[in-house]
């Protein structure tokens, strides 16, 4: 068995577990995964794939028919669904704060030294 080979059948065992089927693994279904994995799929990709469904049919948000194997194993379909789970899954990323604007020292030093004037005098009044 080639390491493809190898590669589509631990596709189809990990589809089959994760859905709960028991479908047989002939020469068509062989051929559609050579051609997902030729799509650039990874296992990984199914992973989430089909926990975004499950979640989805659990919800009334999507039918059950989602997670046929026939419709999963049509790359454009995929990819689709795909980018849908990946964009609701994942919430944008915080804008990252720009930091301050950096002063010369001897600005820095002149900042400083007119804070503790201002410190001291509140000293003074509070007294």
């Known amino acids: 068995m080639s390491p493809l080979q190898e590669q589509i ?21 062989e051929r559609q995964w050579y051609e997902w994995f030729g799509a650039g799929f990874t296992l990984q990709d199914l992973r989430r794939l089909v926990a975004y469904l499950q979640r989805e049919i659990r919800e009334g948000r999507r039918n059950v028919g989602a997670l046929k194997l026939s419709n999963l194993l049509q790359p454009d379909r995929f990819e689709e669904d795909l980018n849908i789970a990946r964009v609701r899954l994942q919430p944008p990323s915080p804008p990252v704060p720009k930091p301050p604007p950096q002063l010369p020292e001897n600005q820095r030093e002149l900042r400083r030294i007119k804070c503790l004037e201002r410190l001291r005098k509140i000293k003074e009044q509070l007294c």
């Open 9 to 29: 059948a631990a596709a189809h065992r990990l589809y089959c577990q994760l859905t709960g089927q028991n479908l047989r693994l002939g020469f068509d279904r």
